[in-house]
Every structure is written in structure tokens, then in C-alpha cells.
């Protein structure tokens, strides 16, 4: 979000020679929004809404107060910065059975379509992060969870992924997708996630 609003800045200034400075706060791929704080030495605005934006025309002026543009404004106005944004990195999870390391049948249907997604994008940057639920110990959730990661970024490699675009990583029952108290099971914790950039 913050990049797609320097992004905007950059354009407005480089490519349309508007005098001063506008930006656009817009969500990220998977909707949401963040903030953005746009100062001159004359004032702050700030900006927390989807599709709001501010002008900084004079450094001896505040920016404008925020304005929500419709999508379409957005598109009319900055069509060739969009075009030229990098494409969001794909995320693909699989997951297990509790004290489970194995590549499930259905991780292996995920797997094929993580192939398919690093031979479209031609990529050679991934991330293989492995992680469990609070059922167990720390030291046995972090075990198992570079494990898991481990075994898929083995079974990516078995089908032609050169094993230097994996970056291999594991964090145990500390970054749950749901938060629970200790020893609870929760099977949307028991996964290994695959970013592709």
C-alpha cells in the first residue's frame, strides 16, 4: 500500500509534470488499507480511508484536505502507473494433520499448482515457511514445522525448482493464521506457506 502510494507520488511528479505532489492511498491485493501521512513544513494530512487523496501543490501550503476518488477517477488519472505496478506475489498454503510432516495428497494438488504459478511469473524468488499450532511444546512445534517446510521445498526441488529461488523458513506455534491458547489444535496453523514473488 504505502509503495502503490509512493508509486502514485513518483508518477504525478515524473510523468504528468503536475505541479506539486498528489497521492493516492489505495487497498493492497487482498483489500486492505493502511494509512499514509503526507507533510509539507506547512501541515499534515492524513490519509486512512481506501482511495483517498491529498494534494501538496506549495511546500508553504498544508496538503489539501483528503477527497475519496472513485475507481474510475483512479484509473483515468494514473492508467499508465497502474500498468506498470509489479504483479502481487501469489500465495499458496498447505496443510497437515496434527504432528503430520508429510506432503499430504491434497498438498501434492497444491504443489502442481505452485509449478505452474513459478513457471508463469519465470520465478526464481520463493519463500517456504513453515508453521504449527500450540498443541505440543515450542521446541517440538518448531521441529516440526522446519520439517514441513523442509519436505515441500524438497518436493518443489524433486520437480525442477532450482533449490537456490528457495528461501526455507520455519517459526513453530509464533506466527499463527489463528490465534489460540495453548494446546489448542487448530488445523489452519498446522501449514506451510509458499509466497512466490
Known amino acids: 500500500m504505502f509503495i502503490r502510494s509512493v508509486f502514485f507520488t513518483i508518477t504525478c511528479i515524473l510523468v504528468t509534470g503536475c505541479s506539486g505532489t498528489t497521492v493516492v492511498l489505495v487497498p493492497d491485493p487482498g483489500g486492505k488499507v493502511g494509512q499514509v501521512s503526507v507533510s509539507t513544513p506547512a501541515g499534515t494530512t492524513l490519509l486512512t480511508k481506501a482511495n483517498e ?12 484536505q483528503p477527497i475519496v476518488l472513485s ?15 509489479p504483479t502481487p506475489p501469489a500465495r499458496f ?10 506432503v499430504s495428497a491434497e498438498g501434492n494438488a497444491v504443489i502442481g ?26 521446541v517440538s512445534n518448531r521441529g516440526i ?19 537456490h529461488c528457495l528461501d ?29 514473488r
Open 53 to 64: 487523496s491529498t494534494q501538496a501543490t506549495k511546500a508553504e501550503q498544508a496538503p489539501s
Open 71 to 85: 475507481d474510475k477517477d483512479i484509473q483515468d488519472k494514473f492508467a499508465a502507473t497502474l500498468s506498470k505496478e
Open 93 to 102: 498454503n498447505l496443510f497437515y494433520a496434527t504432528g503430520s510432516i508429510d
Open 113 to 138: 499448482n505452485i509449478v505452474s504459478a513459478i513457471k508463469s511469473r519465470l520465478s526464481c524468488d520463493l519463500s517456504v515457511i513453515g508453521h504449527s499450532d500450540r498443541v505440543g511444546d515450542d
Open 145 to 163: 514445522s522446519l520439517q514441513r517446510a523442509e519436505n515441500v521445498a524438497k518436493a518443489l526441488i524433486h520437480t525442477g525448482v532450482p533449490s
Open 168 to 196: 526455507v523458513r520455519y517459526y513453530g506455534e509464533n506466527d499463527p493464521a489463528i490465534p489460540t491458547d495453548d494446546n489448542v489444535p487448530e488445523a489452519r496453523n498446522r501449514r506451510v506457506e509458499v509466497e512466490i
